[in-house]
């Protein structure tokens, strides 16, 4: 599996915000983000669109009909079709997931909020959330929107990535912490 470049990723949602901005405004950017978010999730639970939309051996025609056909089925915006296109052409479409992801934060950090991953090893209620959304939000001075997913190795506890640090409060991130500190222990 290749590594998806970021900067790429991030000059393509630049590019995409700035359209949408200039169009449609406020309303146009947020529509657009739900639109690149939705199709970024059907690529990641429909693994054989994906690999058909990125297998070397299916003609770019075929591609280009099954792209445009999923796109009509699910009303997708003459933007997001046209997106869809030009990674398509440029066999790029694996890098839609960094672009949903890249135009989330733009969209987020215009909007004065930072974007935080939530790990924990059980479902958070939602008392949990909003008590973890309001800690989060007293450290960063900003709204927070949270994505929360689990991880049932870190045993207990939550990891939390934001801003470009790391906050771990899992058991395992402690367990690891004191094994580190009896090892160096002379």
């Known amino acids: 599996m290749r590594l998806v470049p970021r900067a790429l990723a991030r000059r393509y949602a630049a590019a ?36 058909a939309l990125s297998h070397p ?31 398509l052409a440029r066999d790029r479409i694996a890098l839609l997931p960094a672009i949903a992801e890249a135009y989330a934060e733009r969209v987020n950090a215009r909007r004065g909020i930072v974007s935080a991953e939530v790990v924990s090893a059980v479902p958070l209620g939602a008392a949990q959330r909003t008590a973890l959304v309001k800690a989060l939000r007293r450290v960063s001075g900003l709204e927070v929107d949270i994505v929360t997913r689990e991880d049932p190795e870190l045993l207990g506890g939550v990891r ?3 801003a470009g640090r790391t906050y771990d409060g899992t058991v395992r991130g402690r367990l690891a912490a004191l094994r580190r500190h009896l090892s160096a222990a002379p």
């Open 57 to 87: 051996a299916l003609a770019a025609s075929a591609k280009t009909r099954l792209l445009g056909a999923v796109a009509r089925r699910l009303q997708a915006s003459e933007r997001l079709q046209r997106l869809l296109e030009l990674l």
């Open 160 to 162: 939390v990535r934001m």
């Open 16 to 51: 995409l915000q700035d359209v949408a901005l200039a169009r449609d405004g406020e309303k146009g950017e947020l529509a657009l983000r739900g639109e690149i978010e939705g199709f970024a999730a059907l690529l990641a639970g429909h693994r054989e669109l994906a690999s």
